[in-house]
């Protein structure tokens, strides 16, 4: 069976609608496609989990890497059912997607009140004139360096 672009973005579609209709989260659905099968499928449990990392693209990209045995998903793709926000976007780079599709637009979230381009702007400023500060704190951890066992070990 061949299935198209648009057949797999209405099933992330779908996704979004019943996860709104039973108000479980906000309106949005995910699946990750590989060698033509969904192996993975995600809404966005924000609502219901109060965890606000709970995205349908990051709880696809979770359960594809938990259902693989692996992060790299570079011969697989994402569809969603909206544009991806900085923190999905992220997570799409560290799992190596290389296909990306989606639905909604960021201005199309933005009119129904779920816009994320405050963040995209605060992401494209210098870290001081952001809105969160983040402050360094340095370390004297000595010989239980994490970052120097981690290269020691070859990794």
């Not at 900085?86 to 997570?91: E, K, N, R, T």
């Not at 799409?92 to 995209?120: C, D, F, H, P, R």
Request: charged share 25%; proline share 4%; glycine share 8%.
């Amino acid at each position: 069976m061949n299935v198209t672009h648009q057949e797999w973005i209405d099933q992330a579609i779908e996704l979004a609608y019943e996860n709104t209709k039973e108000k479980r989260g906000k309106p949005f659905g995910a699946i990750i496609v590989k060698d033509g099968e969904v192996i993975a499928k995600g809404v966005n449990d924000v609502l219901q989990t109060h965890d606000p990392t709970a995205h349908a693209e990051l709880q696809a990209i979770r359960a594809a890497g938990q259902k693989l045995g692996t992060s790299d998903l570079s011969d697989c793709q994402l569809y969603a059912s909206g544009e991806p926000c900085p923190m999905c976007l992220g997570a799409i780079y560290l799992s190596n997607l290389k296909e990306v599709y989606y639905a909604y637009t960021a201005e199309e979230e933005a009119a129904a009140g779920l816009g994320t381009q405050y963040y995209y702007e605060q992401l494209a400023l210098p870290k001081h004139q952001r809105d969160i500060q983040l402050q360094h704190v340095k370390t004297n951890a000595g010989d239980r360096d994490p970052f120097a066992l981690w290269k020691k070990l070859g990794r």
